[in-house]
């Protein structure tokens, strides 16, 4: 059984970091794209950072560029966000996400829509007040 279990978040302030951890189990993580997306009430789910099967690749949306921080540890079988300069706008309920998209494709090619990832955390929430 495949589980994804995100952990870290908190509410915190504006100018602030935090770090969500996203541990995995029941899957060949080496295999696997991982990524963060992250969903506010009425709005789709966007992806906010993803990471190739092996590291070498990483995908940041516009808006966290310069101050989000993607990376995994194969050997933990975990992936992690560090945030930093965190922003009101960045308050949403955080998930992390596997993809088996590159069994297809290129290994180059990170997945960012949420249609092409396989596997779902419960998500997380992270709350920044100004």
């Known amino acids: 059984q495949v589980q994804v279990v995100e952990s870290g978040g908190a509410l915190v302030q504006a100018g602030e970091s935090l770090t969500l951890s996203c541990s995995v189990s029941g899957l060949s993580f080496d295999d696997y794209t991982m990524g963060w997306f992250r969903q506010t009430p009425g709005k789709d789910r966007e992806a906010v950072s993803c990471?190739?099967?092996?590291?070498?690749?990483?995908y940041y949306a516009d808006s966290v560029k310069g101050r989000f921080t993607i990376s995994r540890d194969n050997a933990q079988l975990t992936v992690t966000l560090q945030m930093s300069l965190l922003k009101p706008e960045d308050t949403a309920t955080y998930y992390c996400?596997?993809?088996?998209?590159?069994?297809?494709?290129?290994?180059?090619?990170?997945?960012?829509?949420?249609?092409?990832?396989?596997?779902w955390g419960q998500g997380t929430q992270v709350t920044v007040s100004s």
């Open positions: 996400a596997a993809s088996s998209i590159n069994d297809y494709v290129a290994d180059d090619y990170v997945p960012t829509q949420s249609y092409e990832y396989n596997y």
């Open positions: 990471l190739s099967l092996n590291g070498l690749y990483t």
